[in-house]
């Protein structure tokens, strides 16, 4: 058998009709196994315009996988559920050129214009379809995999797409992180420093070795109350604030004044001390809830320093998005542990903030001890001698 190694592969298969057996070309769509038994799937031209989608039966003999028949009524059946169920319908007629036709949100960008590229696994395509509809309706351009007809290379294509982007959006799940072309887009990205978005499971960890090759890239984390509508908005808002990186006048370094001390609601009572701390010594601390109506991201843009106070309930709160804002757009960072993490919580702050200085507040019997090593750290000596601006 062949070795199929990514979608839109083409090869030659024998097709048996009623006029005998004849060769025609093929189109590789992809692989799928129930753990028991493995199906392949591919198109084949037909007559006119259409296209249709067929499946064979791979089975291991004498120790080589070969293309079999399905000949099983009830089998054929399952392989047609089993690629329905794995594609979440996005495949429901055989006619591609009719797909997604009257819906015009769901229409790939094509042209010279800045845009997105959205790279995920088609196992979660009805969630990827409704923040692609919700990121157009908002006027981000999206190009995604729908663009590449069928007709034309898949490899070929999806470089042009990732290497054209100015953005590239990577939805992380289960099946993203096994299948080969997603990765490969991932690598492609990386190779080209292409600014890359991940959206993935807050409540899940990447492999180590996923983490390490994309250290100082942008991540969303997603919650369980989230939604297309609000992982669109912090996709916006995070393309928004990279946007604005380069608008930063670089100069102003009496812009740069303050600290942006981020914690959670669990947390205000060390939040507080830890703020009455620096404020007493004339350290200028700002926190959300002295914003009103300002833009939170602008302030954690103009701060000089920005101190996170980690605890368990701070990693799966919204506020651990400020901390991933920071980190992304450079900001020199400090990380205050106010209780015990496991180590498998842990694992992404070692990661990202290996050379971040760390303080283990919850270590110390005495407040006004941590008080005294907190005030004498280098980075906050820097600020207590730097005047108070934080909105320009």
Not at 81 to 95: C, H, P, S
Not at 132 to 158: H, M, N, P, Y
Not at 292 to 301: A, E, M, S
């Amino acid at each position: 058998m062949a070795s199929f190694n990514e979608s839109g592969q083409k090869f030659i298969l024998t097709v048996k009709s009623g006029e005998g057996e004849k060769e025609c070309e093929a189109t590789y769509i992809t692989r799928i196994s129930d753990g028991e038994r493995e199906f392949i799937y591919y198109f084949i031209q037909e007559d006119g315009d259409n296209v249709g989608i067929y499946a064979s039966r791979i089975d291991l003999i004498d120790g080589k996988k070969v293309m079999r028949d399905i000949t099983d009524d009830e089998e054929r059946k399952y392989s047609t559920e089993l690629f329905t169920k794995t594609y979440q319908g996005i495949i429901q007629d055989d006619n591609l050129d009719k797909l997604y036709s009257d819906d015009k949100y769901l229409k790939p960008y094509y042209g010279d214009e800045p845009y997105v590229f959205i790279s995920y696994s088609h196992r979660y395509t009805e969630f990827t379809f409704e923040l692609i509809r919700e990121l157009q309706s908002k006027g981000l351009r999206v190009c995604f995999d729908k663009a590449i007809e069928v007709s034309k290379d898949w490899t070929t294509e999806i470089a042009k797409f990732v290497g054209g982007c100015s953005y590239i959006v990577l939805l992380i799940s289960e099946e993203y992180l096994q299948s080969e072309n997603c990765m490969d887009e991932l690598m492609f990205a990386k190779k080209l420093n292409k600014k890359i978005v991940i959206i993935c499971d807050r409540h899940k960890n990447l492999p180590t070795g996923l983490m390490m090759k994309t250290v100082g890239e942008i991540f969303i984390y997603k919650n369980d109350i989230d939604n297309y509508k609000t992982i669109a908005e912090k996709l916006l808002k995070a393309i928004s604030i990279h946007n604005r990186v380069n608008e930063i006048n670089k100069t102003t370094a009496a812009s740069k004044s303050y600290i942006y001390l981020s914690y959670c609601l669990i947390d205000v009572k060390d939040g507080s001390e830890i703020k009455d701390d620096l404020s007493e010594n004339e350290v200028p601390v700002f926190h959300e809830e002295y914003l009103d109506d300002k833009d939170l991201t602008d302030v954690i843009y103009n701060c000089d320093l920005f101190i996170a106070i980690i605890s368990k309930a701070y990693l799966l709160s919204p506020n651990y998005d400020e901390l991933m804002y920071a980190n992304s757009i450079g900001k020199r960072c400090m990380l205050i542990y106010v209780s015990e993490i496991h180590d498998s919580m842990n694992e992404i702050l070692r990661l990202r903030f290996n050379r971040t200085q760390s303080i283990f507040k919850y270590k110390y019997k005495d407040n006004d001890q941590f008080a005294k090593e907190l005030i004498a750290c280098p980075e906050i000596v820097r600020c207590m001698t730097l005047p108070f601006d934080p909105i320009e």
